[in-house]
């Protein structure tokens, strides 16, 4: 599907819904939090992943058709992540985490706006509503490259720190993850790309530069 109309009647013979991704703590041997991923169950009861809906944006060539396309987009994100709080609030355990994927884009969007609007951001809004302790969230900042400043957005990060968010970088060595936005985001926890991982099984300069990274 490469049209907005061909996702929209997807997504009417289906209903959407959130899959929660355990993480799991090597040192404890439990769950330490889940992470939020979409999925679409149709009539027939099949399953299928939002992945490519919410990267079908890269294979628009229209400017104007991807504006439309991305607050699609944002608009199933957002059912989503309301659904998934409401779940993680009624049904999670004490001390486990919430993972909610942001793109950097994302964020962009809202900075673009805070000089016309004082709300909070909305990630932000969401949890309050919900009356969910913020230090059980955790933000990760997908895998996107964008070509704007992201030294602009230190004071949105500062906001969602202050009111005790985490924040997590997704996918450490592959295409847009780099160290640029680990000195912006100070991110408490770093996703590790799995290539990295395998390579250091085999090669000492990659299991030192994992070292350098954890300590």
């Known amino acids: 599907m490469k049209t907005i109309k061909e996702w929209m009647q997807w997504f009417k013979n289906g209903e959407i819904f ?7 703590s090597v040192q404890n041997k439990s769950v330490f939090g889940y992470e939020v991923l979409g999925r679409l169950k149709t009539t027939k009861g099949e399953i299928y992943t939002l992945g490519d809906f919410f990267q ?20 199933i994100d957002n ?29 962009w969007n809202y900075h673009k706006e805070v000089g ?4 909070l951001p909305p990630i932000l809004k969401e949890v309050m509503e919900y009356s969910i302790d913020p230090e059980k969230i955790v933000i990760e900042i997908t895998e996107e490259y964008i070509q704007n400043n ?26 847009a993850s780099n160290f640029d936005r680990i000195a912006i985001f100070r991110p408490e926890i770093i996703k590790v790309d799995m290539a990295i991982l395998r390579k250091s099984l085999s090669d000492r300069n990659y299991r030192e530069i994992l070292y350098s990274l954890s300590q």
């Open 18 to 24: 959130p899959f929660f991704q355990p993480i799991v």
């Open 56 to 75: 079908a944006n890269d294979l628009l060539k229209n400017r104007e058709e991807s504006i439309q396309f991305f607050s699609y987009q944002q608009y």
């Open 79 to 107: 059912q989503i992540l309301r659904n998934a709080l409401i779940q993680f609030k009624n049904h999670a355990k004490v001390n486990s985490k919430l993972f909610i994927n942001l793109s950097p884009m994302k964020l």
């Open 116 to 119: 016309r609007n004082d709300d």
């Open 150 to 175: 992201l030294e602009l957005l230190k004071p949105l990060i500062e906001i969602y720190k202050g009111f005790g968010f985490n924040f997590a970088i997704d996918d450490l060595g592959s295409r």
